[in-house]
């Protein structure tokens, strides 16, 4: 149970609204460690992956931001509700089912990755586990986001789609626009911002008049408000209210999750425009470190079972590596195989 404060339609006050969320309970501590340390983990290999020139191209890793992820997928109906996000977007699939193996072979390159190798680390996408990507394009997936959630509501599934960008990407003109269509139609969307400070390596102080991004709902009378990204305990919370609304009608919601990342826009930025004691500040409230706290204060762990979990972890990175290294390139015919098919152009066979 908690207490939410968000805008209601057609009143610029703020309302409160109880929701009764899934329980977090012991078993929900433990996963939210696993999950969220093999996250962190397998980013970490990436970027030494990367150094070793095995992951090529760009690469945006995600250390700092995992309590948004493991707090949405707690609020979340994996069997029909979707996700979709920008280029920082490895373990996302993971956490809707995707097997890790393949999204470190897609990262590398390989025909066994989720892309059969050519998405690559911006692209990683999955249809049958309802990951629609990974997108290079800053804000492209924004309006993606709203149609997807128009196909739900056409067909009625009962789905809603989490609809992930970054604070760079609210200055699009593609949010205004899903914005206003998404409250026109009444569409089951969840808009989220992954605010987490500095876009590519601009403060959000210095890209708007104010830094409350989440302000940008109230200009379409859609329900909005902060979250803290940081406490996978208060974005459950925040998800579940605004995934009930969408699923019973009551339409979209956007939700600011202010939260950090540790690591660097991407790999290749030198994070001048930020202070390493600004960073460290930050790794005191680390979600992971927030999360094994809880494990231990609660006692639902013994140091040796917080072992076995971080061995478990260890291992399955290490078996996804071997994976996707033994795992072959894609032969040249692919970039035929997916480009189009012309039944009277016969000259290019196809195998897809």
């Not at 945006?60 to 979707?82: I, S």
């Not at 490895?90 to 066994?112: N, Y």
């Not at 699009?172 to 969840?190: D, R």
């Amino acid at each position: 149970m908690r207490e939410s404060v968000t805008k209601t339609k057609h009143n610029n006050t703020l309302a409160k609204k109880i929701i009764q969320m899934k329980e977090v309970t012991k078993e929900v501590y433990l996963k939210w460690y696993e999950d969220m340390l093999l996250w962190r983990k397998f980013e970490d290999k990436l970027a030494a992956l990367y150094i070793q020139q095995k992951v090529r191209g760009f690469l945006h890793l995600y250390n700092g931001q995992e309590a948004v992820l493991a707090g949405a997928l707690h609020a979340m109906d994996l069997t029909k509700d979707k996700m979709i996000t920008a280029y920082r977007n490895h373990v996302q699939p993971i956490g809707m089912g995707v097997d890790p193996r393949r999204v470190m072979a897609e990262l590398m390159g390989k025909a066994t990755g989720t892309s059969k190798g050519m998405g690559g680390s911006m692209h990683i996408f999955s249809k049958e586990h309802r990951f629609y990507g990974g997108h290079g394009i800053v804000g492209g997936q924004i309006p993606l986001g709203a149609g997807l959630a128009f196909a739900d509501k056409y067909f009625e599934t009962g789905g809603v789609t989490m609809t992930y960008f970054g604070d760079g990407a609210s200055r699009q003109g593609s949010l205004h626009e899903a914005f206003n269509m998404a409250m026109l139609w009444n569409l089951p969307v969840v808009f989220i911002v992954e605010n987490n400070g500095y876009a590519m390596g601009t403060s959000v102080e210095r890209t708007a008049n104010h830094p409350d991004i989440w302000k940008l709902g109230l200009g379409y009378e859609m329900p909005c408000g902060p979250v803290d990204g940081m406490n996978p305990v208060k974005v459950a919370e925040a998800m579940s209210e605004a995934i009930e609304r969408a699923r019973s009608g009551g339409g979209p919601t956007f939700l600011e999750m202010k939260t950090y990342r540790y690591r660097g826009h991407s790999m290749s930025d030198a994070q001048l425009y930020r202070s390493k004691e600004e960073v460290e500040e930050y790794k005191k409230i680390d979600p992971i470190t927030q999360v094994l706290d809880v494990i231990k204060d609660q006692k639902y762990a013994t140091e040796e079972e917080i072992q076995v979990i971080e061995q478990r972890v260890k291992d399955l990175i290490e078996e996804c590596v071997k994976f996707a290294e033994e795992s072959p390139y894609p032969e040249i015919q692919q970039l035929y195989d997916v480009v189009y098919e012309q039944e009277n152009y016969p000259f290019i066979p196809h195998k897809l």
